[in-house]
């Protein structure tokens, strides 16, 4: 997916969405964030170094990612899911179990430890797929529309609880989106993109409570901030300014 002149600094502990049609090059960004994409032209830098820290970096630095699917191990147990990013890191077993039952605490997982993915529902796999990145300890947070196969509800749910989490980890998050809602919802900024080629249009800053509930959902600010998001996205759909009609 071709990017054009994309210019985009994430600030540490910010939560920022990605928003744009399909084809926009929104999973294509966060690749290169991941380091699994190299850009053809121009440059990127992770913490003011012009590549990725690895796991021997001094700083210590870590970016883990959730992708679109839970993509857990069937035959293995939740836990062992878990835990597998710090058995590759060969971390002591002690010290990768302590981290493993904290995660899974973290996304209310806590008594399933020993249980298989096929036993779970979609939204508590999605969960393991969290507690998995969330054992890392990371820096950065990168979040490939992880919610955007399940209903309604179990998506409202695991967007509140993703919030809370940030807030009370003080994660920085980068996390691809189709859904208005959701972006006003998790974001402190919405930066929207258009297609063909993929390109930023628009950086919005989102400004409302830091504890946020279903009341926020309905508040005259987030329906507000979901009109200006759906007049962006309209223009970068067809080109035209809804403004001006």
Same mark, same amino acid.
């Given at each position: 997916? +071709?990017?054009?002149?994309?210019?985009?600094?994430?600030?540490?502990?910010?939560? #920022?969405?990605?928003?744009?049609?399909?084809?926009?090059?929104?999973?294509?960004?966060?690749?290169?964030?991941?380091?699994?994409?190299?850009?053809?032209?121009?440059?990127?830098? *992770? *913490?003011?170094?012009?590549?990725?820290?690895?796991?021997?970096?001094?700083?210590?630095?870590?970016?883990?990612? #959730?992708? &679109?699917?839970?993509?857990?191990?069937? *035959?293995?147990?939740?836990?062992?899911? !878990?835990?597998?990013?710090?058995?590759?890191?060969?971390?002591?077993?002690?010290?990768? /179990?302590?981290?493993?039952?904290?995660?899974?605490?973290?996304?209310?997982?806590?008594?399933?430890? @020993? !249980?298989?993915?096929?036993?779970?529902?979609?939204?508590?796999?999605? $969960?393991?797929?969290?507690?998995?990145?969330? +054992? @890392?300890?990371?820096?950065?947070?990168?979040?490939?529309?992880?919610?955007?196969?399940? /209903?309604?509800?179990?998506?409202?749910?695991?967007?509140? /609880?993703? $919030?809370?989490?940030?807030?009370?980890?003080? %994660?920085?998050? #980068?996390?691809? @989106?189709?859904?208005?809602?959701?972006?006003?919802? %998790?974001?402190? $900024? !919405?930066?929207?993109? +258009? +297609?063909?080629?993929?390109?930023?249009?628009?950086?919005?800053?989102?400004?409302?409570?830091?504890?946020?509930?279903?009341?926020? $959902?309905?508040?005259?600010?987030?329906? &507000?901030?979901?009109? &200006?998001?759906?007049? %962006?996205?309209?223009?970068?759909? @067809?080109? #035209?300014?809804?403004?001006?009609?």
């Amino acid at each position: 997916m +071709a990017l054009e002149r994309v210019r985009l600094a994430i600030q540490p502990g910010e939560f #920022v969405s990605l928003l744009g049609p399909s084809g926009c090059g929104k999973s294509t960004l966060l690749k290169l964030f991941a380091g699994l994409e190299t850009p053809s032209a121009g440059h990127m830098r *992770w *913490w003011g170094n012009p590549s990725l820290p690895t796991a021997t970096d001094s700083a210590g630095r870590t970016l883990a990612m #959730v992708f &679109q699917e839970a993509t857990l191990m069937p *035959w293995a147990r939740v836990a062992e899911n !878990v835990r597998l990013p710090l058995d590759l890191a060969r971390m002591p077993r002690a010290e990768a /179990d302590e981290r493993v039952l904290r995660a899974l605490a973290l996304v209310g997982l806590g008594r399933f430890g @020993t !249980v298989y993915p096929r036993e779970l529902s979609g939204g508590m796999q999605m $969960r393991v797929s969290i507690a998995r990145a969330l +054992a @890392t300890n990371p820096d950065l947070l990168l979040m490939d529309e992880p919610f955007g196969a399940l /209903d309604e509800f179990t998506r409202n749910k695991l967007d509140a /609880d993703l $919030r809370a989490l940030w807030a009370e980890r003080g %994660l920085t998050v #980068v996390f691809v @989106t189709h859904s208005i809602y959701e972006a006003v919802y %998790l974001s402190s $900024r !919405v930066v929207v993109m +258009a +297609a063909r080629p993929g390109r930023v249009i628009a950086d919005v800053a989102i400004e409302g409570p830091e504890v946020r509930d279903e009341a926020f $959902r309905v508040s005259p600010a987030f329906m &507000q901030y979901c009109a &200006q998001l759906s007049a %962006l996205l309209t223009q970068a759909n @067809t080109g #035209v300014d809804p403004s001006e009609h």
